[in-house]
């Protein structure tokens, strides 16, 4: 079965209220093909329910952090239990569409003003899912007097700037095997690969993972986006995931992101938004990946 054969057609599907003319319809996504991927334009939520259940091998998304973010649309300011209950509402969706062996690579930060929510949000899905491992997302980091990486300062007495975010791994079992070569590390002394015994030079990387964002002059090159992620980070939890051609999703795609990714790692994605121009983007960025133009 694919994610899509509970489906009917392109940009017509019918919320389950219209049939019968009397209850409030819910709001209806509109879908559009790329190639093998897809988007929806609308709310998750609808959109995640219109997709056959265990269909789905990785998610790998950035929801909004209700830290106040300035989306065009969406407001990024809930009342914090409002927020957990939506996320919560969100992921049991999530979980629905996922195989049993999938990977949902969850990625938040919180705020100086809202530094517990991560936190909070991480234990409310504890009775969905179980947290596998715990990426810590490095953005900026700085080794004796170098620094690489890029981060947004804090202009404060009291507060440490924020160079990290995280990635909560969840799985509905807590055994899924992985590939971590796939996302392994030359051994700095190689000595270690004959005297250990490992058939290559390449040992597992952790679960610290240095991904800086490409250094860029003005928001356009940040597709006027606030949040989003190098297309790496969604490609490294694919490839950890394993699995070939997977079927990917994102049902916070913003600009497209990792549907980019799912492209170059030889997936197919399906993308989420709820604002039209965030989708026109993903659009034309998915577009020239596909022509094998430039993706990030
Ligand atoms: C943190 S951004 C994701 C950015 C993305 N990772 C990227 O690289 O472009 C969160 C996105 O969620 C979208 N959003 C907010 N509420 C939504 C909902 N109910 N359903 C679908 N998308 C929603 C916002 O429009 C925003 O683009």
């Known amino acids: ?37 897809q988007l929806f334009h609308g709310d998750c939520v609808p959109a995640l329910a219109r997709l056959a259940p265990e269909t789905v091998d990785v998610v790998v998304t950035s929801p909004p952090y209700n830290i106040g973010l300035a989306y065009r649309t969406y407001g990024d300011r809930r009342a914090e239990e409002d927020y957990l209950d939506w996320m919560l509402g969100v992921a049991t969706a999530i979980r629905r569409v996922m195989r049993p062996d999938a990977s949902f690579f969850l990625n938040i930060t919180g705020s100086s003003a809202m530094p517990w929510l991560p936190f909070e949000l991480i234990v ?3 009775p969905l899912f ?3 491992n715990h990426i810590t997302w490095v953005k900026s980091i700085s080794i004796g007097d170098d620094t690489m990486g890029h981060f947004k300062p804090i202009n404060s007495a009291r507060f440490l700037h924020r160079n990290h975010e995280h990635i ?17 590390v030359p051994f700095k002394d190689k000595s270690n690969i004959a ?43 694919m490839r950890l995931h394993g ?29 989420i938004d709820l604002d039209a121009g965030y989708v026109k983007v993903a659009k034309a960025r998915l577009l020239a990946a596909l022509r094998g133009g430039r993706t990030s």
Request: proline share 9%.
């Open 168 to 184: 909560f791994h969840l799985t509905l079992d807590g055994a899924v095997p992985l590939k971590r070569l796939a996302v392994g």
């Open 124 to 126: 409310r899905l504890r």
């Open 243 to 271: 699995k070939a051609h997977p079927v990917v999703l994102d049902p916070f795609m913003g600009t497209g992101t990792t549907l980019l990714a799912a492209a170059e790692e030889g997936g197919r994605g399906i993308g």
């Open 130 to 132: 179980r947290l596998q």
């Open 1 to 37: 079965m694919t994610p899509f054969d509970s489906l009917s057609t392109d940009s017509a599907m019918h919320a389950p209220g219209q049939a019968s003319g009397r209850e409030a319809p819910e709001p209806v996504p509109r879908r559009q093909s790329i190639g093998r991927h």
């Open 195 to 237: 005297r250990r015994g490992h058939a290559q030079d390449l040992r597992c990387r952790g679960d610290s993972w240095f991904i800086p964002y490409e250094t860029v002059r003005s928001r356009a090159q940040k597709f006027d986006h606030p949040g989003t992620f190098p297309v790496m980070l969604p490609r490294m939890c």
